[in-house]
Structures are given as C-alpha cells and as structure tokens.
C-alpha cells in the first residue's frame, strides 16, 4: 500500500523539489499552497513524470485555524511525512514594517506549523511510525537586523524541532529541521514590501541540492541539517564571535543583497 506525504508550499520551489522526490519514491501527495492555479501546474507536472495519487488543497496557511482547516479535509488519511515549508519574508527595519504582514508570517511559521505537527504528530505515535521534516534556515542561528521577526520565527522552528525530537525518541517517529541558505526560490519576490526582489545570487543555494539534502535528512531521521559547508561555517560563526559581530555581520549580508537584486 503507497504511503502519503503532506507538504505545504508545495507549487514552487523547495517545496515543489521535496514533492519530485517523493513522488519519484512512489509516495501519494497532498500539495498544499495559497494559489491553485500553480498548484495544479504543479500537480500536472509531477504526473507527467510520475505515477502516484496527487490531491491539491487551496489553503493561505498564513489565516488563522488554518490547520484545523487543513487537517478536517483529510482528516482520515494516514500522512506518513509531513513537510512544513510554506514561509515567507519581509525586509526593512521593524519599525516601519507592516505588522498585519507580520503577524501573518508568524502565524505562518509559528502558529500553523506548530499545529500542524501536533495534530499529524498524534497519529504518528499511535501507528508508531511517521516523519516530519520542519523547514527552518540559516537564520535561526543568529539575529537578523532588517528581518528581524523573519529570524526570530526561524529560530523558533529551530529550537522547536529539536526539542520535539529529543522526546520522539523511541517512538517509531522523527522529526528532521532544514536550514538552508539563501536559496533560489519564490521566496525572494516576498521579502519587500515595495518592491518584487530577485535573488541576487549571493550565497545563493540550487532548490533542488536544497530539497535532495533535506530529504535524506529526513529518511535517515537526523535531526539538524545544513546544506553547503559554508551554510555550516556561518551557522557555527556565532559560537565563535560576538553576537554583536555576527548580527553587524548579517546587516551587512541584507543590506548588499537588496542593494544588488
């Protein structure tokens, strides 16, 4: 019998990546994204390809009870891998941000995602068996001025997930957290407010290397992974130096990928 994976933020990027690899691994989908239009180019892509049950929800993850919006219509599906992936970004300094922007983006990454796994979560002890893959970043390691509620929601999945995985111990269960660099995705035309942002191409990481080792992260049940050794380099940084160092560091990291996208 095909298992079934979860994965949100499903019609682009890591997220589309992680559904090619599943589907290649014969899983059944359920792709969720705020834009069915793309979801459904997503899911005829991913048929052309592969031969697998494919089911899209239209779901803006970001509103609230909109885990118990996605969990009621699947309610009796056993998922065998959930993917939080959905995020999104906002640049500029917090005091000028747009906080119903904001408070999106953290019930996003916060609210929803934790929901989310203790709803799929539960299921997975009882049949003893499932896995859970969180998508963090590299900013969870340290602060970052200029998207500063972005890195704090990101550290929040960090310590989350690592803490959930430490009590999953022994239960057939694991949870598995990706922090990756900046990554060629979507996600970039996201992170103004008053303008659409490319990728600059700075540190700048392949979605499909992203999604390939986050993936065997999570089928071997590790707990952390980083892509790229220099991802791993900057995550240790801040164990090294002054937070005040690092956080003067990433400033200047922000400011130059705005100022060439």
């Not at 390809?49 to 009796?76: G, P, R, W």
């Not at 509620?149 to 803490?163: G, H, M, R, T, V």
Request: net charge positive.
């Amino acid at each position: 019998m095909a298992k079934t994976a979860l994965i949100t933020g499903a019609a682009s990027g890591i997220g589309y990546e992680l559904s090619l690899l599943l589907a290649r691994d014969s899983y059944n989908l359920i792709l969720i994204d705020l834009d069915m239009v793309k979801l459904l180019m997503a899911k005829t892509s991913i048929s052309n390809m592969y031969e697998c049950k494919i089911k899209c929800i239209e779901q803006d993850l970001s509103k609230k009870n909109a885990a118990v919006a996605v969990f009621s219509q699947i309610e009796n599906v056993a998922v065998d891998i959930l993917i939080n992936n959905a995020g999104f970004g906002i640049f500029g300094t917090f005091s000028k941000t747009n906080w119903h922007r904001e408070s999106e983006m953290l019930n996003l990454h916060i609210h929803t995602t934790t929901h989310l796994t203790k709803l799929f979560l539960q299921q997975m002890i009882h049949r003893n068996s499932g896995k859970i893959l969180n998508i963090a970043s590299l900013a969870a390691f340290q602060p970052g001025p200029l998207m500063a509620l972005y890195y704090a929601s990101k550290a929040y999945i960090l310590s989350f997930s690592e803490a959930i995985a430490n009590e999953l111990k022994g239960t057939g269960v694991s949870i598995t957290v990706l922090c990756p660099g900046q990554t060629k995705t979507a996600f970039q035309n996201g992170v103004s407010q008053t303008s659409s942002e490319a990728a600059s191409g700075f540190y700048s990481a392949c979605p499909k290397k992203v999604a390939k080792a986050g993936y065997e992260a999570l089928l071997k049940g590790k707990t952390v992974v980083i892509p790229g050794k220099f991802n791993k380099f900057l995550s240790f940084l801040p164990r090294v130096v002054s937070r005040s160092f690092a956080t003067n560091m990433v400033r200047k990291i922000q400011e130059k990928n705005r100022a060439s996208a």
